[in-house]
């Protein structure tokens, strides 16, 4: 009697007494397959994740070389008190950061203003998700190659409109405090389209009724936009920011590609100082001291992103 | 739902992909891809970092080596310059797919070595292809043994050079009767030289590169700072062992030609310093011989010979060499090595297109010859090769290297007024002894 | 799609009729406003596309002009480079590897969403929060340690180097999982009622049953796979296994003025992914929308 009576909300169970969901972490039978099911994921995970993550913190407390097997000699704190006394290494991490402060906010409010045009055209959208999203798609190379053309002095498309303009032609790539900002500009257009889909889709997410209202109550578009979207789209922007700015302090191939880091290590970021390190000065051990660091900073950004998501989800 | 079928259809859409991918390529790099199989067995894999000129002699010298081997097909590929052409020879090797014939420059083909990335090259089989070390250019030949044994065929001498424009010098009476550069010796004749051409020119006695460009000015202070018989590095890159006097002495001289008398431009980038010389607002330049090309081509009466024997000790100027190597596991497979070894023979005889672009030949055979003697100018300087100061050895030293970048900039920042040569020394020995206290990582 | 003006003409009584016509047509301008500025900035973004197009159909010589018009349009850049061969090659090595790495993402992250979503074992939250940490971790810091790894199992050089370390995304099981959360559970514990066992139920029922997931994690793996560059620079050396991206930064191609051979070579790079993308456009749209990309 009573426990039909625990069961009355719930309707669609009469085979089964016992909801698994709610009642019991465990059920007889189920360990086995599904251990087997998680196998080839789990062991793909452990050999090139989690093992590597492991080898990699191993790795920096030791002078181990590119060319040489084995670990070489214990190094203990050594690898890491060079890195934080390093000016390169500091600078390095300074350009990654640099450029992520430069591309976040256009990214995200850009995305945002694109988004929120697309959606008052009754027609055409295919156009504009065409226009944006299209450049996300292109290799990293392929970017690079389109834009040192653009960039090329005297004869790329951009200094014939600046000179067109009447103005003297800046040195995109050459002038170490411009550098930067002329690869911000290219990952602008580069990466916009993912973040105005994201826009987009969440516009869609909207209840039309709530304008209804709103227009009825005599807001103007601006009132609604400020009053409803915006706020309704909270969620949507948290998400886009933190995204955007993992996705920015991964950045190695806009300055790999297009100026070797330069002028003078101006361009210069975390993942490719990594590279140089390991691979170029055959550093292994000292490189796996720096990726150390930089995978700490991501980790802390991602926890934050991983936060705003578990939040939404029921079940753990 | 047309669930099921369609999943079906897309995974025998994935596997036939992948089946007629390896199917229709089975010896080949998707074979190579899949299994790790060696690609193309009897062709020759050879890496170059050749550019501009050289770029376009290093195909000639490839297209005959094709003609003349019909029967061993050659796959050249050209990488991006500098430290990026020589991660990716040492990535390739390090995986155990490394090309049968590389180029290395001198200078970095020791840190290769000293990783054990490269092929001894035994005297027995470079006689079998009519090379042996006599027969080579002493200085570059020697440069390049370790312990004793060879590791790298060298295939010119690139010095560092003093380019003068002809009509500018003659006006200024600097001129010989041959019409060639008279001799310069010693600091003040040198700096007399300049102020007599920047009175003809009205701008600069001379230029070269020194924004954003290391290279320049350490091969100009390295070239002096030997004639003064100084030495930067010991011990194999360990310590350092920088003469204070003497390299003061050195920039303080190129801090009178540049900031105090102007004879010489202190913020020009490279190509700034070649373009004030071909349009004539400089008489010298001090570059690579390899920039000879660009001023054929632009037209203008110019020659080429040894910078001056500035401080009269015995005499030494800044040089590196381009070397092939065979690197470790590039002669694995049968016959491989002579394969590559006849290549590197074709390279060398064909010195004499080499020459052309500035380069002075390491093989004898072709720099001994008339024809190479009657090549002008570069006739004029080829002596260097036997005067050449190759960058010191040390793990982090080289071409393109990080030592060269620390001496570079600081040089380059005294030439620049913006770093008095005291603190240009106490910079250039804390950021060396940085490195020379870092064990070596090969 | 419908606009903001929809619900404006349902309201009556509050104002005449002439403030409402006022308001409606205030709106259109608006709209059309917003349009139009929208249509400048599409154009704008396809400039540099266009741009690489019209210099990939000049000859050589004349590309350093720096204007639209093309005096002589030819294909000679694009036959030089397909007649190169590179570039096969290239297509080839992308092309196995991202099949392989979507394929391999697929399966093996909705094997194991689908036993963290249906089973009920012991141990289920640490493996949960096991692979979670694994959202967290940039692989690309992991460069130093994988290629050791690599290079200890002799698989430098070879597909499987590329491959086999982006298979395990634990962002892709998380997408599963969370799909098949939200599938009715009555269709397969009827399956598994029938007898049927928790392999077969998930290949027959679940995985069919998820087909626009499938779909979503399947072509954004291939792209970000195809994209790829530090980790394929690292361990492809050979000119001859390298994808496209590798190629195109590694290889430089000839001499001397070459701005259409170059703008052609990236049109040839990009083309194979852009002809997916107009193909599945609406699904790759729709995928970054209701993946849980977004949240």
Known sequence: MTITADYETVEDRPVRPVDPDTTRVTEHGHARPAWLMMTPFLALYLLFIIGPSIYMMVMSFFDTSLTRPGLGGFAGFGNFAEALGSSDFWSSMWHTVWFTILTTPPLVVLAFVFALLADRASRGRWFFRLAFFLPYILPSAVVALIWLWLYTPQLGLLSKIVTGLGLTEPNWLGDPSLAMWSLAFTTVWWTLGFNFVLYLAGLQDIPRDLYEAAAMDGAAPWQQIRRITIPMLRRTTSLVIVLQIIASLKLFDQPYLMTSGGPNYATRPALEYVYDMGFTDFRTGYAAAVSTLFFILVLAVSAVWVFLTRRQEQGF | ??????????????????????????????????????????????????????????????????????????????????????????????????????????????????????????????????????????????????????????????????????????????????????????????????????????QFGATHGINGDTATPWRLFQTLYSQLGGEVLGDEGTRVVLDDAKATQVLSFLRTLTVEKKLMPGSIDYQGAIALFANGAAGFHLNGEWEISTFQTAKMPFGMTLVPNVYGGTYAVQADSHTLVVPKGGAAASGQLDRSLGFIKSMLDQSMTWAQGGHIPAWLPVAQSDAFKKLTPQSNYAAAADSAVYDPPGWYSGSGSDFENIMGSAIGAVEAGQLAPDAAIAQIRTKLSALASTASPV | MTTLATGTGVRKGTRTEVTQAVVDRRLKVFNGVCVGVLIAFALIWLVPVLWAIDTSLKPNAETTSTTWWIDHPTLDSYRTLLAQGDIWNWYASSFITSLATAAGTVLVGSMAAYALSRMRFRYRWVVFWFILIGIMIPQQALIVPQFREFGALHLLNTYWAVILPQIPAAIAVFIFKQFFDNLPRDLDEAARVDGAGFFRTYWRIVLPLSRPVVAAVAIFTFVWSWNNLLWPLLVLSNPKLMTIPVGLATVQGSYGIRYADTMASAVLGALPLVLIFLFFQRRIVEGIAGTGLKG
């Open chain 2, 1 to 202: 739902m047309t669930g099921p079928m369609s999943r079906r259809t897309l995974m025998k859409g994935v596997f036939a992909g992948l089946g007629a991918a390896s199917l229709a390529a089975c010896s080949s790099p998707v074979g190579a891809g899949i299994a790790g199989t060696p690609i193309d067995p009897g062709t020759v894999d050879y890496w170059n970092l050749f550019g501009g000129g050289d770029g376009v002699r290093m195909q000639q010298m490839e297209d005959a080596y094709r003609k003349a081997n019909p029967g061993t097909p050659l796959q050249a590929v050209t990488l991006a310059w500098g430290n990026p052409y020589y991660t990716k020879l040492t990535l390739a090797t390090v995986g155990r797919k490394p090309p049968n014939v590389a180029v290395s420059h001198l200078t970095r083909m020791k840190t290769l070595q000293a990783a054990d990335l490269l092929e001894e090259l035994k005297p027995a089989d470079l006689a079998r292809h009519g090379m042996s070390a006599e027969m080579f250019n002493q200085r570059a030949w020697n440069a390049g043994l370790v312990g004793g044994k060879a590791y790298a065929i060298p295939i010119d001498t690139h010095p560092f050079v003093l380019f003068y424009n002809t009509k500018i010098c003659g006006q200024a009476g600097l001129l010989d009767a041959a019409g060639n550069l008279a001799p310069i010796a010693g600091p003040d004749a040198f700096t007399e030289a300049l102020a007599k051409v920047q009175k003809v020119t009205g």
